[in-house]
């Protein structure tokens, strides 16, 4: 008797784990990242079609003047309920290099928003100097998303971002010209055709000048020496050789 109820026992707990392991929850799935879609990725949709066409163009532009990449993303969830969490795996997952900036906007419950204004290791280089203007934009970005105006928060931002870029550019280029003392003219493509062909020019007869200074039979450099005037009627100048004797008129 006693075995048997041993063995009813063990078989009693061996159902029972049985029965509690295939009650167990599944493991949590990671949550699902939204695809990039470009430079403004709107899936909140905070903006019409034709503007977001237009700052798509002007991001364009500026990654191809400056180098850096502006990425946008509003998003309706937040899947981590960390914005800054949600930036970083959107960073990893983009593939965003060190020279971009990522603009996060997601939403957190049903009536409020949060965000995320990252910028990459070598962008922040290119915004030296302006800390000053990054505090305001983030403190005008604080005010404008406690207000839900985020059409208004990214245009802000690309604005701001913008004007401090061309301010920086305008600042190098007069520094150079200060540097060398002239202004870089502002030249169509007729001016900077007129430009090659004076420096083109320019090149023919400084390279004449140098040959003319040099022995057509040796390659040495010639040397000026004075005659009698009777014999050499403009200067009494002229040009010798002192290797082969090779001699002529300046």
């Known amino acids: 008797m006693l075995k048997k109820a041993l063995y009813l026992a063990m078989i009693v707990l061996a159902l029972g784990e049985l029965s509690g392991g295939a009650l167990d929850?599944?493991?949590?799935?990671?949550p699902t990242l939204p695809d990039?879609?470009?430079?403004?990725n709107d899936y909140a949709n905070q903006i019409s079609g034709s503007q977001q066409m237009l700052l798509e163009e002007r991001l364009s532009k500026l990654k191809e003047e400056f180098g850096v990449e502006i990425v946008v993303l509003t998003s309706i969830v937040d899947p981590f309920d960390e914005v800054t969490t949600y930036a970083g795996r959107i960073i990893d997952a983009w593939q965003l290099g060190e020279k971009s900036v990522l603009l996060l906007f997601a939403r957190t419950g049903t009536d409020k928003w949060s965000y995320?204004?990252?910028?990459?290791?070598?962008?922040?280089?290119?915004?030296?100097?302006?800390?000053?203007?990054?505090?305001?934009?983030k403190s005008r970005l604080d005010f404008l998303v406690k207000r839900k105006s985020i059409k208004a928060a990214i245009q802000d931002t690309i604005d701001e971002l913008e004007d401090i870029l061309r301010a920086k550019d305008q600042t190098n280029t007069?520094?150079?010209?200060?540097?060398?003392?002239?202004?870089?003219?502002?030249?169509?493509?007729v001016g900077y055709a007129l430009l090659g062909?004076?420096?083109?020019?320019?090149l023919?007869?400084?390279?004449r000048s140098v040959l003319r200074k040099l022995c057509p039979r040796c390659g040495r450099r010639l040397r000026d020496y004075r005659g009698p005037?009777?014999?050499?009627?403009?200067?009494?100048?002229?040009l010798s050789c002192p290797h082969c004797g090779y001699g002529r008129m300046r």
């Open 116 to 137: 995320e204004f990252h910028l990459g290791h070598e962008a922040t280089g290119l915004f030296q100097n302006a800390e000053g203007k990054i505090e305001k934009l």
């Open 25 to 30: 929850p599944p493991a949590p799935t990671p």
């Open 229 to 238: 005037a009777r014999s050499y009627r403009r200067s009494g100048i002229y």
């Open 174 to 189: 007069t520094q150079l010209e200060s540097h060398f003392g002239f202004s870089l003219p502002s030249l169509n493509g």
């Open 204 to 207: 023919v007869l400084g390279v």
């Open 36 to 40: 990039r879609t470009g430079l403004i």
């Open 197 to 202: 062909i004076v420096g083109v020019v320019g």
